[in-house]
């Protein structure tokens, strides 16, 4: 089993900044593929960030150059580095974890990963 919690969302004006963190635990290889999603209300799911065991990275166009996923290993924590937020950029954002993947973009398009936290609301206001 794995457990998800993410941290370190709110508010922020439009061109903000936030950093969100999720602390993962569990067997680690359970969660060898992880990412970010965000679901705002009546929308579907929407995968931000994936990344994989072997540390590459991907993004939809829609974030890409304004997030960053990183993963500290040695801490078991999952971060989402999101710049130049924008209206659109408000959600709640989801940490997740698989046990395999193709590549880091392979939830991308649907981010049905089999673990999720609970969920950070980050809203950006103009």
């Known amino acids: 089993q794995v457990l998800l919690e993410e941290s370190g969302g709110g508010s922020v004006e439009v061109g903000g900044s936030l950093k969100l963190s999720c602390v993962a635990s569990?067997?680690?290889?359970?969660?060898?593929?992880m990412g970010w999603f965000r679901q705002a209300p009546g929308q579907e799911p929407e995968g931000v960030a994936g990344?994989?065991?072997?540390?590459?990275?991907d993004y939809p166009d829609s974030v890409k150059g304004r997030f960053t996923i990183s993963n500290d290993s040695s801490a078991d924590t999952l971060y989402l580095q999101m710049n130049s937020l924008k209206p659109d950029d408000t959600a709640m954002y989801y940490c997740?974890?698989?046990?395999?993947?193709?590549?880091?973009?392979?939830?991308?398009?649907?981010?049905?990963?089999?673990?999720r936290g609970q969920g950070t609301q980050v809203t950006v206001s103009s």
């Open positions: 997740a974890a698989a046990r395999l993947c193709t590549g880091p973009s392979q939830y991308l398009l649907t981010p049905d990963y089999p673990y």
């Open positions: 990344i994989n065991s072997d540390g590459q990275t």
């Open positions: 569990g067997d680690t290889e359970t969660r060898s593929c």
